[in-house]
């Protein structure tokens, strides 16, 4: 009933930009924490940021890259700048906690994943 489907990855040469996003589709009644992480191949998924659902922000790539959402839109985005071969991976729309509505009840799934967004970045 719900998902997260990211968007906006793709291959970019080094010093480029992209901007993910992120959208909950679904009956969404509200989204708690949300964030990115990101994948690399051989590698443990680590947290790039994330976000509150009222703003405040916390960054493991600080500098380059700005995490914002749209909760009326139910959206997040990733903006990347100044991308360097490094931030090569897939990246991951999470959602901490997601409440919604189906079929006259009301839900809360927590720890919620999107399918991922490969970024490659060419040097």
């Known amino acids: 009933q719900v998902q997260l489907v990211e968007s906006g990855g793709g291959l970019v040469q080094a010093g480029g930009s992209l901007r993910l996003s992120c959208v909950a589709s679904?009956?969404?009644?509200?989204?708690?924490?949300m964030g990115w992480y990101r994948q690399a191949p051989g590698k443990q998924r680590e947290l790039v940021a994330d976000?509150?659902?009222?703003?405040s922000t916390n960054y493991s790539v600080k500098g380059r890259f700005t995490i914002s959402r749209d909760n009326a839109r139910n959206a997040m985005y990733l903006q990347m700048s100044n991308l360097k071969p490094e931030d090569t991976a897939v990246y991951y729309c999470?959602?901490?906690?997601?409440?919604?509505?189906?079929?006259?009840?009301?839900?809360?799934?927590?720890?919620?994943w999107g399918q991922g967004t490969q970024v490659t970045v060419s040097s």
């Open positions: 999470h959602a901490d906690q997601i409440r919604y509505y189906s079929r006259g009840y009301y839900y809360s799934t927590s720890d919620y």
């Open positions: 976000i509150t659902s009222g703003g």
């Open positions: 679904g009956n969404i009644v509200s989204i708690n924490n």
